[in-house]
């Protein structure tokens, strides 16, 4: 059980604003997943900083997105597991997926 200690809102911009809640413990560990991901780019730049070899800051760079594809899918799955289950739950699961839908196009290539 969820008690509200243990969850966090936020809102994302959508046409009609609701309330997404989230554990602490997933929250935490998609924003430390974050965080390293963001010292891994300053890491980056301080390579091309130093003219450091391209293949080298290729595949600095090829960590760099596996590490957003992996947080990418903590995201998702969290949003599927709390945020799809919540609305099926609600009645209001064609709202929630016409949104998710609309995020997965701009997010896939």
Known sequence: MVTETDTHT??????TPHTHVHSEASLKQIINRLSRIEGHIRGVKTMVSESRPCPEVLIQLAAVRGAVDRVSRLILDEHLNECVA?????GNIEEELEQLKAALDRFLP
């Open 86 to 90: 919540r609305a099926a739950k609600e």
């Open 10 to 15: 936020h809102h994302h911009d959508h046409e």
